[in-house]
């Protein structure tokens, strides 16, 4: 007999790694109503069993794109299974000849229902024998056309409700959630916006609307407030299963800080690296809550020109020289938006101009030091690049590099051509 491994599906950069082994295998796996949480079955009837039969002229599908062609899935197959045996696996679908170690999407529709959109990297098997009968289950979950969850966050400081706190919550694969149907379910892809925002009301309710939600797919929910208390950043998490976690959240905000989850960046223009920004180009880092840049670290700021002379015409920008411990910076600009979760950087006028010929001419910043508005400790703080070698370095000597969810640490790096 095939010897079966059932696969946790959750996509990590472990699971992503290599390349095809040169073996192939199968995904086998049920579609589940995630509204009422009963099995679908996409195939026809035969002899008195349900999954027996293709159907490719059925709008209910299962398919995935292997090797850039589109691939549909096919019933499980007849195997022992006959009519007198009373074997039943209804709705049970499989896809054939997946290269082992390959990510590939898999997608499902039926009418009346969303399309559901996942990706899966088949595992790579240790032996020829396991690669001959590499299986793994994929179940699907999929939910009703205009199914949604409305979610309110009671948001509390010590059990007394709080007004006008942001509650941030945002996209993220990897999470998990007790209160989801067990099973090995494929989480969807979020192929909209990834953060949902909503602000508590006098008392103390959020309100994130489940239309804005990718019904099955995993939130991290953060409560922040617009400052500090008594100097402490404070904050409160929740994690939930769109259209599936209770609708109501209680969020605590009496975490002291001191972990990532309180002050990081939530996305920048630099996230992409190949991006090119121009001859005036800044870096735009968006907060997860309301920053300032921490006091008296101006001096700290440098911004440095990394480019060649690609064309050979003699041309090269230049920016002027870095003054130390004058309480300024002669390469840098910092902004903070209105709000406090924008922070832009920029630089100043080259003490020569850039030549647009030079392709791939970097700018680096360093010294970006900032805290959450309102902050007097520095256990929040954070920098941008190096944590730079002026004075005031040494009084945030401890201070951590700003953390980015999409990147791990942000970016300090721009590319202007």
């Not at 192929?191 to 939600?213: C, E, H, K, R, Y």
């Not at 080259?350 to 010929?357: H, I, L, M, N, R």
Request: glycine share 10%; net charge negative.
């Amino acid at each position: 007999m095939q010897k079966l491994k059932k696969a946790f599906v959750v996509l990590t950069l472990a699971a992503a790694t290599g390349c095809s082994s040169g073996g192939e295998g199968r995904v086998v796996g049920f579609v589940v109503d995630g509204q009422s949480g009963q099995r679908m079955n996409f195939f026809q009837e035969n002899d008195g069993k349900n999954n027996l039969d293709d159907d490719d002229a059925s709008k209910s599908q299962v398919y995935a794109v292997i090797g850039g062609e589109f691939r549909r899935a096919k019933p499980c197959g007849e195997g022992d299974l006959t009519k007198e045996n009373s074997i039943e696996a209804d709705g049970c679908y499989q896809i054939e000849g997946i290269p082992l170690g390959e990510e590939f999407p898999i997608f499902a529709q039926a009418p009346g229902y969303e399309r559901f959109m996942g990706r899966y990297t088949m595992q790579t098997w240790n032996n020829d024998f396991e690669q001959q009968g590499a299986q793994e289950v994929v179940n699907l979950r999929m939910f009703p056309t205009g199914f949604a969850v409305d979610y309110r966050f009671l948001v509390n400081l010590n059990g007394r409700a709080v007004p006008d706190v942001k509650v941030n919550c945002q996209y993220r694969l990897d999470q998990t959630n007790t209160l989801q149907t067990a099973g090995s379910f494929l989480p969807p892809e979020a192929t909209g916006s990834t953060t949902v925002s909503g602000t508590t009301d006098a008392n103390g309710v959020a309100v994130i609307p489940g239309a804005q939600l990718v019904n099955g797919a995993s939130y991290h929910c953060e409560a922040v407030l617009g400052g500090a208390v008594d100097g402490r950043v404070l904050s409160g998490q929740s994690d939930i299963v769109a259209g599936m976690s209770q609708p109501e959240q209680a969020m605590a905000i009496s975490a002291p800080g001191a972990t990532d989850q309180s002050f990081y960046a939530v996305f920048s223009n630099a996230d992409d690296p190949d991006a090119l920004l121009g001859n005036a180009g800044k870096l735009v880092v968006t907060f997860n809550r309301p920053v300032e840049v921490a006091p008296r670290t101006a001096d700290c700021q440098v911004a440095q020109l990394l480019t060649t002379d690609i064309d050979v015409d003699g041309n090269m920008g230049r920016f002027v020289t870095d003054q130390p411990n004058n309480n300024a910076s002669e390469t840098v600009t910092t902004e903070v938006s209105a709000d406090g979760l924008t922070l832009t950087v920029g630089f100043k006028t080259p003490e020569t101009p850039f030549d647009s010929d030079d392709r791939n001419t970097l700018v680096r910043f360093s010294g970006i030091i900032v805290r959450p508005r309102g902050a007097v400790d520095s256990i929040n703080v954070r920098y941008i690049g190096a944590l730079g070698a002026c004075t005031e370095a040494n009084v945030y000597g401890n201070a951590q590099q700003l953390r980015s969810v999409r990147s791990g640490a942000q970016s300090s790096t721009i590319r202007l051509f």
